[in-house]
């Protein structure tokens, strides 16, 4: 396991085959041993954090394979873009009701 981040030393997949943790297109059985590995991994959310900054495409990074990670990174999106809009929405009297 490359252990560029401080993390990653204390990962649960620290001693674990890293072949484990990048199971094949389709291979459901490899991805949930992976899955099971970040169960309860004390550093889960900052792996998962740094695998959606790098927007890491391959393996099981904080619990989420790479299907998810890209849904995960698209409703963020979402989600910001919302959150964005809504000041202007409110500044402009959208949404509000006149009696």
Known sequence: ???DQPWQARGNCRNVDP????????????????KATC???KVLVDCLEWALEA????GVWGGLDEDERRKLRRSRRRLSAVKTT???AAASGAGSSAA
């Open 55 to 58: 927007n890491v495409e391959h």
């Open 86 to 88: 809504e000041p202007a």
């Open 19 to 34: 072949e484990t943790m990048f199971p094949e297109t389709g291979d459901l059985i490899g991805r949930t041993q992976a």
């Open 1 to 3: 396991m490359n252990t």
């Open 39 to 41: 169960r309860g991994c």
